[in-house]
């Protein structure tokens, strides 16, 4: 059974970051000047949709990247991505 998408922001975040020429540590790094320390690895779960982003996070990402917060959604909202992301399971 394939994993639950956690987040719908992940494949923006990533073209966003790749544009920009940052690299996950890079990012990780001006984040953490902003008052967030997370990992590379943080960021990747984000960006592979294995980890959920809070509201707060997605703040400091849109400064690190110095982007508009509309930027991380998709232009065009998948219902069956949305509905996952929603109802996914409780954790244990």
Do not use: H
Not at 4 to 31: H, M
């Amino acid at each position: 059974m394939p994993e639950r998408r956690l987040n719908i922001i992940g494949d923006n975040l990533r073209a966003l970051r790749v544009k920009r020429g940052f690299t996950l540590a890079r990012l990780a790094a001006k984040c953490g000047v902003l008052g967030w320390d997370v990992s590379g690895g943080t960021l990747a779960k984000i960006e592979t949709r294995q980890r959920s982003a809070y509201d707060c996070e997605l703040l400091v990402l849109k400064k690190a990247l110095d982007v508009q917060t509309d930027e991380f959604f998709p232009e065009r909202l998948d219902k069956k991505l949305l509905l996952e992301c929603l109802n996914k399971p409780a954790r244990r």
